[in-house]
């Protein structure tokens, strides 16, 4: 079993700023991780896959990046629509498996 | 596009079955492709994998729950299907559907999910 560290749980910010996001694995896991936006009473959605590729549709503020154990989601310019809970997921062992989650809130 | 969408009921006794279904549209769920999974979250909670199933039946659970979960597929109608016995109020989440590709990879699309609360 992979343990995966997502930190900050909560991370407080204001519209326009650059976020970043940290997702740490117990092992590595080569480029085998998803980020994923959640807002409340919705699905996940994903964002980035291969740790680094942008989904199609999904704005270029986003980005990731890292491979083996080490993983970042960055959002370059807050927008009010990016207030959400973000996950990552990684699916390079069985059973794949989720970060517990970053709440990012407006400041 | 492809859309999938869950249906079951909302309220399960503790020690029953929870008995959901997915149903796929705008694409096939007989695509050589894709895999079709579960993954629930429990409320104010994280994310955790249930099992996936083929097209043609072949099925991969979680170990932390295998012994309780069957998931089936029914290609003529579009649709794959979860089952989880004996439960608990600790299996009160929402259950979404999705699909992969290959054994293990993200999951694009999700279903809107479904809330099951286990209580008496």
């Known amino acids: 079993v992979i343990w995966m560290t997502q930190s900050p749980s909560l991370l407080s910010a204001s519209t326009g700023d650059r976020v970043t996001i940290s997702c740490r694995m117990s092992q590595g896991i080569s480029s085998y991780l998803a980020w994923y936006q959640q807002k409340p009473g919705k699905a996940p959605e994903l964002l980035i896959y291969a740790a680094s590729t942008l989904q199609s549709g999904v704005p270029s503020r986003f980005s990731g990046s890292g491979s083996g154990t080490d993983f970042t989601l960055t959002i370059s310019c807050l927008q009010s629509e990016d207030f959400a809970t973000y996950y990552c997921q990684q699916y390079y062992s069985f059973p794949p498996s989720f970060g517990g989650g970053t709440k990012v809130e407006i400041k | 596009q492809l859309q999938l969408q869950e249906s079951g009921p909302g309220l399960v006794k503790p020690s029953e079955t929870l008995s959901l279904t997915c149903t796929v549209s705008g694409g096939s769920i007989s695509s050589s492709s894709y895999y079709w999974g579960w993954i629930r979250q429990p409320p104010g909670k994280g994310l955790e994998w249930i099992g996936s199933i083929y097209y043609s039946g072949s099925t991969y659970y979680n170990p932390s729950l295998k012994s309780r979960v069957t998931i089936s597929v029914d290609t003529s109608k579009n649709q794959f299907s979860l089952k989880l016995s004996s439960v608990t109020a600790a299996d009160t989440a929402v259950y979404y559907c999705?699909?992969?590709?290959?054994?293990?990879?993200?999951?694009?699309?999700w279903g809107q999910g479904t809330l099951v609360t286990v209580s008496s």
């Open positions: 999705a699909r992969h590709c290959g054994g293990y990879s993200q999951f694009d699309p």
